[in-house]
């Protein structure tokens, strides 16, 4: 071997060893603390788990970790609670109750994903449960607070109702799972005070009777079935209810049905002119299409609030009778871009193409009503000479250009409600309210509002009675 060989593999020899030096050098070697986005990880209410099910899992939350050094950093985390923890991270897309070497660059953040399934705690009200999530670089550990309310439940796996069943359990909530069916000849009973929560795309169907039974100071709530509060306000978490035609007799009071697709939805004529649906002090609010929808339905509201829809707060179709008194229809959500009035209704069904495929009698009574929204026009109809299409709507604030002059003259349109505070969706009346005092008697004095307040001799239009 010659002198340049020599030198050579002297000179790889170097610089491996100068390489292999560096990289010994690359990672940050001394004790230091990572800076997480939050101090505590909130799940606000998260359902215990269903026996023998993988369900619920709770929402995802998302934090950060960062690294404040001028060199990469390698980090251990680690669940104090071990592999007994409630909750499941996510650490860069390592799983795991311990991760080891997690890398984080200098003056870089990562994302932490954390998720919660809480065992069942035998309590009556949420249980607070806790553990923390443990970083450490070189031995300097940070501690992330993991939080959450456990809430038992009684879960129904596709219940299907063949016999009269009452709900009234006001300490833990019904959770639906998939598909609820009342059987023809059957009735529910929700009783006041009841919390039900449905998982996604589950309808509630009635081809018996439904009641509902809520009173002002227990209102029965219905809703999907994440119960912390952004969840509670975003559509299309469940399918709706829906009376199949041939139920009767169905009555909701004082009940909040909330993040359906469709609220509720009716689909039958009235026997011997009772209603299908009687609706008295409730909301319908925060759907991905429709509040309430009647298919040749036959609905009877007072009090009531219909409210946030992606399409329409309320729309008749194909006929149908209808009452409203003292109710408020509202479209501010912006859970679409619709470009159609909120309110409709149609004695007609028409085919893609426009063709008239289908016609019933349509007979709707508005009065001491508002319907109103962000656009010029709330008012959307269709109708045939072939069907009746008998329309009083009297002594209402209706935000409208009145097309064809089918409202007359006996509202008052396009005059500001003043709703309190609609990017809240809060649609009580402001004390300069143009719906303030005008309300008149239809069939029979209403006396209270959709809270139980009390009306006074000059009841204001809509749900909502302002107090002084």
Known sequence: MNIKQILGIFSIVLLLSIISSCAKERFYSKPTELSFGADTVWFDTVFTRDPNSSYPISVTRITTIR?????????????????????????????????NDIEILPGDSIFVFIQCKLTANNQTLPMLVLDSLIATVNGA??????????????????????????????????????????????????????????????????????????????????????????????????????FLKGSKNNKIQFADITNASVGVRVDSFAISGVPVVTLENTKIQYCGQICLLGITGAIEATNCLFADAGS??????LGGNYSFNH???AEYSGFTGRQNGSFGFTNTQRDGLGNLIGFQNLNISVYNSIVYGYNREEIQFDQT????????INNNII???????????????????????????????????????????????????ILGNNRDANPDLGCFERKP
């Open 141 to 242: 550990s940070s501690k992330l607070m993991l939080a959450a309310y456990g809430w038992d439940a009684h879960y129904l796996r596709r219940p299907i109702l063949t016999s009269n069943t009452v709900w009234d359990d006001i300490t833990k909530p019904y959770v639906i799972l998939d598909t609820l069916y009342v059987a023809e000849g059957s009735t529910l009973s929700i009783k006041a005070g009841a919390q039900i929560f449905a998982s996604a795309y589950t309808p509630m169907y009635v081809a018996g009777t439904l009641l509902i039974e809520g009173t002002a100071n227990q209102r029965v709530k219905i809703r999907g079935d994440k119960p912390t509060y952004i969840p509670s306000i975003l559509p299309n978490q469940w399918t709706g209810i829906h």
């Open 312 to 317: 329409y707060t309320f729309l008749g179709f």
């Open 399 to 449: 935000r409208s250009q009145n097309p064809q002059s089918i409202l007359g003259n006996a509202n008052f349109l396009n005059q500001n409600p003043k709703f309190l505070n609609t990017s809240q969706s809060d649609y009580s009346l402001d004390t300069l309210s143009a719906a303030n005092g005008k309300g008149i008697v239809f069939k029979a004095p209403v006396l209270i509002d």
């Open 67 to 99: 690294n404040n050094e001028k060199l990469p950093v390698k980090a251990n985390f680690e669940l104090r609670g071990g592999s007994n923890s409630p909750f499941r991270i996510n650490v860069n897309g390592f799983a795991g109750t311990q991760l």
């Open 385 to 392: 000479s072939k069907a009746d299409f008998v329309l009083n």
């Open 327 to 329: 109710c408020t229809f």
